[in-house]
C-alpha cells in the first residue's frame, strides 16, 4: 500500500501543519514540493486533486483532501495511534475545534491579508489596521492559554500545531511581546522544543526571506516614482 501524500509548499503556514501533523502522530508519508511561483498549482492533474488550487492537498489512495484542517484531522482520525492530539470525546473534541478553527478563520487570514499585498500588491509595510487585528489575535491566544500550557488543555493538540505553522514565520514581522503576552511567548518557546522544528524553522526562514525580498523591491520600487 502506498503511502499516503501531500502536496506541499515549504513557504505556506498551512502546508506545513499538514505534514507537522503526520510527524507529531508518526506517519510515514511522501511530500511533494508544489512550486506555487511557477504556476505548478494550476496544472490541470493538481486541480483535479485540489479544485481551489492551494497547498495543502492530500492524496491516500482513492481519498483526495483539500484544507490543512480537514486534512490534519482526517490524518489524526485515521492514523493516530492515541486520541491525544485531536480528542474523541465530544467535549474535548469541541473544544480542540473551537480553538483550531480560530486558529484557521481569524490567526491565518490576518496573516494572508498582510503578506499578500506585499508580495503581489505593492504594499511598502503593515497598516496599523492589520497589526491591531494581529495584536488582537495575540491577546486572545494569550486569554485561551489562561488556564493550560497548551490551546485546549495541557498537551499538544491540532490548534497548537497549526498556531506554532503560523508563528514560525509571524514571529519574524510581528514579535510576541513577552511583557504583554507571557503565556504566549512561553508556549511559543515549547512549540519550538518540537521534533518537527528544524522541518518547520527551514520553511519560515524561506516564507520571510522572500516576504522581505518582495517588500524591499516595493520600497524600491516607490521610491523610484
Excluded at 13 to 36: K, N, W, Y
Excluded at 182 to 189: G, L, Q, T, V, Y
Aim: glycine share 6%; net charge neutral; with cysteine.
Amino acid at each position: 500500500m502506498s503511502k499516503p501524500l501531500i502536496h506541499h509548499m515549504a513557504y505556506s503556514p498551512p502546508s506545513r501543519f499538514a505534514c507537522i501533523t503526520a510527524q507529531h502522530i508518526g506517519l510515514d508519508i511522501t511530500i511533494r514540493e508544489v512550486d506555487m511561483l511557477k504556476g505548478e498549482h494550476r496544472t490541470p492533474e493538481y486541480i483535479a486533486i485540489n479544485p481551489t488550487q492551494t497547498v495543502p492537498a492530500l492524496k491516500d489512495g482513492d481519498v483526495s483532501v483539500f484544507d490543512s484542517s480537514a486534512i490534519s484531522i482526517y490524518l489524526a482520525d485515521k492514523y493516530a495511534k492515541d486520541d491525544s492530539v485531536y480528542p474523541k470525546d465530544v467535549a474535548l473534541r469541541a473544544k480542540v475545534n473551537e480553538r483550531l478553527f480560530y486558529v484557521a478563520s481569524y490567526i491565518f487570514p490576518r496573516l494572508y491579508q498582510i503578506c499578500v499585498p506585499i508580495y503581489f500588491g505593492g504594499a511598502t509595510g503593515i497598516p496599523q489596521d492589520k497589526l491591531d487585528q494581529m495584536y488582537r489575535g495575540y491577546g486572545e491566544i494569550e486569554a485561551f492559554l489562561a488556564g493550560s500550557n497548551y490551546l485546549a488543555g495541557d498537551n499538544i493538540t491540532l490548534p497548537d500545531l497549526y498556531l506554532w505553522a503560523i508563528m514560525e514565520s509571524q514571529y519574524q514581522i510581528i514579535p510576541i511581546d513577552a511583557a504583554k503576552y507571557p503565556k504566549f511567548d512561553r508556549w511559543f518557546a515549547k512549540m519550538r522544543e518540537h521534533p518537527s522544528f528544524e522541518f518547520n524553522k527551514a520553511g519560515a526562514v524561506g516564507h520571510i526571506a522572500w516576504y522581505n525580498e518582495c517588500l524591499q523591491k516595493n520600497i524600491e520600487a516607490a521610491k523610484g516614482k
